[in-house]
């Protein structure tokens, strides 16, 4: 069952300019995981987020979590043709942890 | 490197052939899982396992199967009486609950 929905489902900007992607989910969770998807590929875990933390860095991506709104947001700064791809986020349920919870995704392309 | 392969990269199906889909990791995770994604949809859970010998259903699991008798090993098959198979499959594994999931680079399956 899907719960978590990224806004916008597509984003096209140029290189440089920073690109900002929304999940929204329903209920309680334990943490809230992104990850990144290269056409034709496998996903990479990008960042995880618990349900205590507002905010985390690493390098270009930012994410913050609003658990009284039951949303997230993924910055990534200066973006670069190379970021080109689609993302996803992912909750793991409070008291359920055998499963991720998958977003629809957004598809992300940044032109040279 | 550690990591998950998936193989074969494409595979075509008959009508009324089952395929087995390829599914191998030497990060030493216990848990490990299957999903299939469809153009536009997020990835949706077939089957996973926490530990050896044990497996359960995921929210699709009709018309697949699996085996765990390796910990490293952890194939689907995809039976006669999945209708629909033409899909991208996904191999994840992780190293405990709440743990980011690992990725292999998939198998696009479509009917001949």
């Known amino acids: 069952s899907q719960q978590g929905e990224e806004d916008p489902q597509a984003l096209s900007i140029q290189e440089g300019e920073n690109a900002t992607m929304n999940c929204s989910y329903k209920?309680?969770?334990?943490?809230l995981q992104w990850y990144r998807q290269n056409s034709g590929r496998g996903l990479v875990h990008l960042i995880l987020?618990?349900?205590n933390e507002r905010e985390k860095h690493s390098g270009r991506l930012r994410v913050t979590l609003d658990t009284s709104k039951k949303s997230s947001s993924l910055l990534i700064t200066a973006s670069r043709a190379a970021d080109t791809a689609s993302y996803f986020c992912a909750t793991r349920n409070a008291g359920n942890n055998r499963k991720l919870i998958w977003g629809l995704g957004t598809s992300l392309a940044v032109n040279p | 490197d550690g990591g998950i392969t998936q193989s074969p990269k494409y595979l075509f199906r008959k009508e009324g052939q089952n395929v087995t889909l390829s599914c191998e990791q030497n990060?030493?995770?216990?848990?490990m899982y299957w999903y299939r994604q469809d153009p536009g949809q997020g990835l949706r859970l077939i089957y996973y396992?926490?530990?050896?010998?044990?497996?359960q259903k995921g929210d699709i699991a009709e018309g697949y199967s699996v085996s765990r008798e390796k910990k490293e090993s952890f194939p689907l098959t995809v039976t006669s009486a999945q209708k629909n198979p033409t899909a991208f499959y996904l191999c994840a594994s992780t190293s405990g609950e709440g743990q980011p999931q690992h990725f292999g680079d998939g198998t696009r399956l479509s009917i001949l």
């Open positions: 209920t309680s969770i334990n943490n």
């Open positions: 990060l030493n995770h216990d848990a």
């Open positions: 396992s926490q530990i050896v010998n044990d497996f």
């Open positions: 987020i618990r349900s």
